[in-house]
């Protein structure tokens, strides 16, 4: 069955940096896209980046130019390089497939997160 492992997440003061690392399993014969989605306490799950089969890449704006996303096709793995961190980076950290149905139907997978604390 589709797997996504996380793991990077940490805790930094202010203006630190985290790379975080999805590592997805069991879409070998699929094109899907992968993106990284955030929670906070309180607060909805939010956009942060994707990437497509193709390396097109997209950014939620209160991350534009410091976070930057990016995969290697070879160890199925998609990896989210966060600078300039600050206190609102703070959250749950989840990455996600879509397009892949590694169950026949189920075209959305999700991982189990990784926590990301950024102290002042």
């Known amino acids: 069955q589709g797997q996504l492992v996380e793991s990077g997440g940490g805790s930094v003061q202010t203006g630190g940096s985290l790379r975080l690392s999805c590592v997805v399993s069991?879409?070998?014969?699929?094109?899907?896209?992968t993106s990284w989605y955030r929670q906070a306490p309180g607060k909805e799950r939010e956009f942060v980046s994707s990437?497509?089969?193709?390396?097109?890449?997209t950014y939620a704006d209160s991350v534009e130019g410091r976070f930057t996303i990016s995969q290697d096709n070879a160890k199925n793995t998609v990896y989210l390089q966060m600078n300039s961190l600050n206190p609102d980076d703070t959250a749950m950290y989840y990455c996600?497939?879509?397009?892949?149905?590694?169950?026949?139907?189920?075209?959305?997978?999700w991982g189990q997160g990784t926590q990301v604390t950024v102290s002042s």
């Open positions: 990437i497509d089969s193709d390396g097109i890449t």
């Open positions: 069991g879409h070998s014969y699929c094109e899907y896209d």
């Open positions: 996600k497939t879509d397009g892949c149905p590694v169950v026949p139907g189920v075209y959305t997978y």
